[in-house]
């Protein structure tokens, strides 16, 4: 893939968060302080102004810079330190062949920035077992994600503002789990 159509994916999800804003700020309001869609779709609206697409590199890079800097919460941090560790492995011709890479350092980055591991109803849930599946050589559809963050809802959530509600949060998908589809999508569909 090439660097245009990446930035197009990437742009493309502010019209994603737009569509979904009320859907996460709902999810957030039942196990968070329901900011979540909201956040999100600033971070990503920001990003026409501020995207560098001179290099791949340089595209993951800004687009992790805005969304840190424009992302409230949790979320801006993880997401933006994680696209700023993928700009140090992508190369201009993002391939199949370099998407284990990519989502490695996706997953590692939401892992050592948010201390977690999986099993604590987070988006590393979703991150890393789309990490695992790419890795074992499985096709991750835009389905394969969302049933990945359909199983935060039987979870206890142990981290994060949702961590205060306990054993409240099961029967309750986890808001970032449901954004990282939304992401993981961008990068990995039709790959």
């Not at 987070?122 to 994600?145: K, N, P, S």
């Not at 969302?146 to 961590?163: I, N, P």
């Amino acid at each position: 893939m090439e660097v245009a159509e990446m930035k197009e994916r990437l742009l493309q999800l502010a019209e994603t968060f737009a569509e979904q804003e009320a859907h996460l700020t709902e999810l957030d309001r039942a196990i968070g302080d329901g900011d979540h869609g909201v956040n999100m779709l600033r971070g990503f609206k920001a990003l026409p102004d501020q995207i560098d697409d001179s290099s791949m590199a340089q595209l993951f890079k800004s687009t992790g810079m805005t969304l840190m800097s424009q992302i409230g919460g949790a979320s801006g941090p993880l997401y933006g330190f994680s696209f700023v560790k993928m700009a140090q492995v992508v190369d201009d011709d993002f391939s199949k062949e370099q998407l284990p890479n990519v989502l490695e350092a996706f997953a590692e980055a939401v892992a050592q920035r948010g201390k977690v591991e999986r099993g604590e109803k987070t988006m590393f849930d979703v991150i890393d077992r789309a990490r695992e599946a790419v890795a074992d050589g499985e096709r991750v559809t835009l389905e394969v994600l969302q049933s990945y963050a359909q199983d935060t809802v039987d979870l206890e959530a142990t981290k994060g503002r949702a961590a205060y509600f306990k054993e409240e949060s099961i029967g309750h998908m986890d808001p970032a789990a449901q954004s990282s589809v939304y992401i993981l999508n961008a990068l990995i569909g039709e790959m």
